[in-house]
């Protein structure tokens, strides 16, 4: 039998969900208003919209929070993004995320164009290649030992990584010819378009965990030595 308190929970974690999705698409609105940029993502104008019924359907509704941080890859916030993405992992997400926040810390402000540059390269399919420029950006920066923390986290809980991104990435597949009662027809193609740039970026995540969880955390050295102090 289901409890009214557990419904209840539920839904006041499901509205507190949206509030970031909507506050992080408003920045992200703000941000290109200002730089005169043209995303291209129709799926932006209607996410409030989104939000709102993927709430209605039990099987995507724990994908909003994925969405607030596909919105923080977009707006080239590498370091907000898994953060995010690591956050609503049950159970030990606020354990993996611990390393990450200090390395992210230590590195200051020298890692803002790295951020930048992951975002583009985990929505184009070059989560691997950036693991290692993640990782040779530390070495470089003096932060091996921050670095190696992060190794070891990963390491230890790869697989509950991967087990939680890889359905993940199979819900926003999903979502890509989402056919709903409840959801107007107008804004089906925003959600088909708001789920392709979702898989893109889940995919991203998951080579990019999978290559850092396999880096050598005993003794790591650079694996690239033309990688430079800093990335425009």
Same mark, same amino acid.
């Given at each position: 039998?289901?409890?009214?308190?557990?419904?209840?929970?539920?839904?006041?974690?499901?509205?507190? #969900?949206?509030?970031? $999705?909507?506050?992080?698409?408003?920045?992200?609105?703000?941000?290109?208003?200002?730089?005169?940029? %043209?995303?291209?993502? +129709?799926?932006?104008?209607?996410?409030? =919209?989104?939000?709102?019924?993927?709430?209605?359907?039990? @099987? =995507?509704?724990?994908?909003?929070?994925?969405? %607030?941080?596909?919105? =923080?890859?977009?707006?080239?916030?590498?370091?907000?993004? $898994?953060?995010?993405?690591?956050?609503?992992?049950?159970?030990?997400?606020?354990?993996?995320?611990?390393?990450?926040?200090?390395?992210?810390? /230590?590195?200051? @402000?020298?890692? %803002?164009?790295?951020?930048?540059? !992951?975002?583009?390269?985990?929505?184009?399919?070059? !989560?691997?290649?950036?693991?290692? &420029?993640? /990782?040779?950006?530390?070495?470089?920066?003096?932060? /091996?030992?921050?670095?190696?923390?992060?190794?070891?986290?990963?390491? &230890? *809980? +790869?697989?509950?990584?991967?087990?939680?991104?890889?359905?993940? /990435? #199979?819900?926003?597949?999903?979502? *890509? +010819?989402?056919? *709903?009662?409840?959801?107007? +027809?107008?804004?089906?193609?925003?959600?088909?378009?708001?789920?392709?740039? !979702?898989?893109?970026? &889940?995919?991203?995540?998951?080579?990019?965990?999978?290559?850092?969880? #396999?880096?050598?955390? $005993?003794?790591?050295?650079?694996? #690239?030595?033309?990688?430079?102090? *800093?990335?425009?």
């Amino acid at each position: 039998m289901i409890k009214l308190g557990n419904i209840l929970k539920e839904h006041t974690a499901l509205s507190v #969900s949206q509030q970031k $999705v909507n506050s992080n698409i408003n920045k992200l609105l703000q941000e290109q208003k200002q730089s005169k940029n %043209n995303l291209n993502e +129709n799926w932006i104008d209607n996410i409030q =919209y989104i939000a709102d019924f993927a709430g209605l359907i039990p @099987v =995507y509704g724990d994908i909003i929070d994925a969405i %607030n941080a596909i919105v =923080y890859f977009i707006r080239g916030k590498f370091f907000e993004g $898994v953060l995010s993405i690591i956050a609503i992992i049950p159970g030990v997400g606020s354990v993996i995320a611990l390393p990450f926040k200090v390395l992210f810390k /230590t590195l200051g @402000v020298a890692f %803002n164009p790295v951020m930048k540059l !992951g975002a583009k390269m985990l929505a184009t399919g070059q !989560g691997k290649s950036f693991a290692k &420029t993640f /990782t040779d950006f530390c070495i470089k920066q003096g932060k /091996t030992k921050e670095l190696k923390s992060v190794i070891d986290i990963v390491k &230890t *809980h +790869n697989n509950t990584i991967l087990d939680f991104l890889k359905p993940l /990435t #199979s819900k926003f597949d999903a979502l *890509h +010819n989402i056919n *709903h009662i409840l959801i107007p +027809n107008f804004i089906e193609k925003s959600i088909q378009n708001m789920a392709k740039t !979702g898989s893109k970026n &889940t995919k991203g995540l998951i080579d990019f965990f999978t290559e850092l969880g #396999s880096t050598p955390a $005993v003794g790591i050295k650079s694996i #690239s030595k033309d990688i430079p102090d *800093h990335i425009n």
